[in-house]
C-alpha cells in the first residue's frame, strides 16, 4: 500500500522559517512534489525535484516561492523536503505531498499528473 505521509507543519510569523517533510512507502517515485491549498482558492504547484537513475535530476519551483523556498529529497529514506524561509502570510495554506513516476518534464506543475498524494500539513504564518 503507498502512501505519503507530511510532518512539519506549523504556526510562524512572518520572516520565520519551516521545515515540510514527506515520506513515502510503499515504492519509490521519480518525481516528488508539494502543492499548497488557501483558503477559498485552488491548489497551487509549490515546488517538484526529479530523480532520475538514483540521481537528483532538477527541481522546479512556482514564481511566489523562488528564493525563499527549496525542495530537496533524501532517497535514502524516500523523503521529500520543503525548506520554507522568509514566510509571509499569504504562504499559509494546507501543504500536500504528491508523487508519481513518469511525469512529463513540462507538466511536473500539473495536479492531475499526480496519482499519489499525502493528507495535507496545514501552514500558518501570522503578521
Known amino acids: 500500500q503507498v502512501q505519503l505521509v507530511e510532518s512539519g507543519g506549523g504556526l510562524v510569523q512572518a520572516g520565520g522559517s519551516l521545515r515540510l517533510s514527506c515520506a513515502a512507502s510503499g515504492r519509490t517515485f521519480d518525481v516528488m512534489a508539494w502543492f499548497r491549498q488557501a483558503p477559498g482558492k485552488e491548489r497551487e504547484f509549490v515546488a517538484a525535484v526529479r530523480w532520475l537513475g538514483g540521481r537528483f535530476y532538477y527541481a522546479d519551483y512556482a514564481d511566489s516561492v523562488k528564493g525563499r523556498f527549496t525542495v530537496s529529497r533524501d532517497n535514502a529514506k524516500n523523503t521529500v523536503l520543503l525548506q520554507m524561509n522568509s514566510l509571509k502570510p499569504e504562504d499559509t495554506a494546507v501543504y500536500y505531498c504528491?508523487?508519481?513516476?513518469?511525469?512529463?518534464?513540462?507538466?511536473?506543475?500539473?495536479?492531475?499528473?499526480?496519482?499519489?498524494w499525502g493528507q495535507g500539513t496545514q501552514v500558518t504564518v501570522s503578521s
Open positions: 504528491a508523487a508519481d513516476n513518469n511525469v512529463p518534464t513540462n507538466s511536473v506543475t500539473r495536479q492531475y499528473e499526480y496519482h499519489y
